[in-house]
């Protein structure tokens, strides 16, 4: 058999060294040598051998069943992000800030069925069971403290659970590898392990990863293309929402959300968010309601925006929940096309409830908002707005508009200002001000 000996490879031009080193001789670039496995049979040979197993050809046409089998755990949002439950033999990274409520969420969706085998690297089984009691559940997880990889799979093997859960994934290591546990080598190695046992043995594995403060050194991010499904859990801190995304799903929908509250007892489903969104709604100058897509679904959300006279020599422009280069631009669109003086303002915009609306569709809103603060007059009750804003001023069509009017007549709205009906953004503004 191959002897495993690891290699540093530069990740900016492949150079190969045996020992470590701070810049690549080949290309110049800083630390960008990360250890790798590499296998010392026929590397070196100039004449390389077949590989002796040779895999099949499969013809796609005598593929008869092409549903994935699914394991549906008992949160039904959890399930719906994920396109309709976890695909058996899928590997599935869930990452988020350290506190968000991943442990939480994985931990419910673990209780709730059976045969589940969690990996806790960061946490003791007393501090889980913590957690299972202050959920309120039965307590029926098998949980091993364990941060080998290698001592992971040969556990899997031999216990063939129906879900793995690993918590973290920046706790584990191999030791044919020299680096420390979290660095980017050993993170992609014991996560290539896992996938090869998760696609062998048809087994999903849930992969937690941490975004740390600097993004990159044992980040997520080097795993996005090794999994199956990306998901991340999302929150501001002053909120309790919490809301669940998929940005990579090789089986579902991409951009679906699913949102819960964090409670004293966990994170509890929230079925109808639009309502919840828009409940403690004012109706003050700079509210508008917009109807914007996530995934398949289209959610309510209330936008608030604040302008006020600026003592700055260039005024503040600061928005949360929306996309700060696509505000600056609506803001120049309002002073050339409709000669607001935004100028000399400080505008500051907010998607409440902690959910970030970056499509397109939600520009008109954020327009309507900013003139609604700036001449302190309502948007008329009973109003939904929504549209793509272009540079000259117009309103672009958006996409599944149905979809977003039933929303806002489900929820009692009467009225949706929209593209193609209403065609400028001047004309949009002037119906929708009270
Ligand atoms: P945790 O799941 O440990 O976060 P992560 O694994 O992402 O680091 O929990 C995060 C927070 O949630 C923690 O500060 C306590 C809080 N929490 C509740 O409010 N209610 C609960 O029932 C639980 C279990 C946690
Ligand atoms: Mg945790």
């Known amino acids: 058999m191959a002897k495993l000996s690891s290699l540093y490879v530069c990740q900016q031009c492949g150079y190969q060294s045996p020992t470590f080193l701070g810049r690549c001789p080949e290309c110049g670039s800083w630390s960008s040598l990360v250890e790798q496995i590499s296998t010392t049979s026929s590397k070196i040979s100039n004449n390389p051998q077949p590989s ?93 403290n364990e941060v080998d990889v290698d001592a992971i799979t040969t556990v899997i093997e031999k216990m063939r659970p129906k879900l793995v859960i ?25 996560a290539n392990r ?5 696609k062998s043995l048809h087994i999903p594995i849930l992969l937690v990863g941490h975004v740390t403060k600097e993004g990159t050194v044992a980040g997520p991010k080097t795993l996005e293309h090794l999994v199956d499904v990306v998901l991340s859990l999302e929150g501001e801190a002053t909120s309790s929402f919490r809301i669940l995304r998929s940005s990579k799903n090789r089986f579902g929908p991409t951009d679906e959300v699913g949102i819960f509250e964090m409670e004293e007892q966990g994170l509890k489903e929230v079925k109808n968010p639009s309502k919840i969104f828009l409940e403690n709604k004012v109706d003050a100058p700079g509210s508008v309601v917009v109807a914007s897509l996530n995934g398949y679904r289209p959610i309510l959300v209330e936008i608030q925006a604040l302008v006020t006279k600026s003592y700055l020599p260039s ?51 954020i327009c309507a908002a900013i003139v609604s603060s700036l001449k302190d007059q309502k948007v008329k009750p009973g109003m939904v707005l929504v549209g793509e804003v272009g540079l000259l001023g117009e309103l ?22 929209a593209p193609p009906k209403v065609s400028s953004l001047s004309e949009a503004i002037k119906i929708s001000l009270q």
Do not use: C, H, W
């Not at 005598?62 to 899928?90: A, P």
């Not at 896992?194 to 998760?198: E, K, P, S, V």
């Not at 069509?397 to 929820?411: C, G, P, S, T």
């Open 396 to 417: 672009r069509a958006i996409r599944q508009l149905d979809k977003r009017v039933n929303e806002a007549k489900k929820l009692g709205f009467t009225s949706v200002i």
């Open 315 to 365: 005024p503040r422009r600061s928005g949360s929940g929306v996309d700060l280069n696509r505000l600056q631009l609506l803001v120049a669109v309002l002073q050339k096309r409709l000669g607001l003086p935004l100028f000399d303002q400080d505008i500051f915009v907010n998607v409440t409830g902690g959910l970030k609306v970056f499509e397109p569709a939600v520009d008109l809103g």
């Open 52 to 144: 002796k197993s040779i895999s099949q050809v499969i013809n796609l046409s005598d593929i008869t069943n092409n549903q994935y089998e699914r394991l549906k755990s008992s949160l039904e949002e959890f399930d719906r992000v994920l396109g309709g439950g976890l695909v058996l033999g899928s590997i599935i990274l869930i990452s988020g800030d350290p506190g968000i409520g991943k442990s939480t969420l994985l931990t419910q969706v673990a209780i709730n069925l059976p045969g589940v085998l969690y990996m806790a690297g960061e946490e003791s089984a007393q501090q889980i069971k913590l957690r299972v009691d202050r959920i309120k559940a039965g307590v029926n997880l098998a949980v091993l």
């Open 194 to 198: 896992l996938q090869r046992m998760a």
């Open 166 to 190: 690993i918590d973290s994934i920046q706790t584990l290591q191999t030791q044919d590898m020299e680096s420390a546990a979290g660095s980017v080598s050993q993170v992609r190695e014991s």
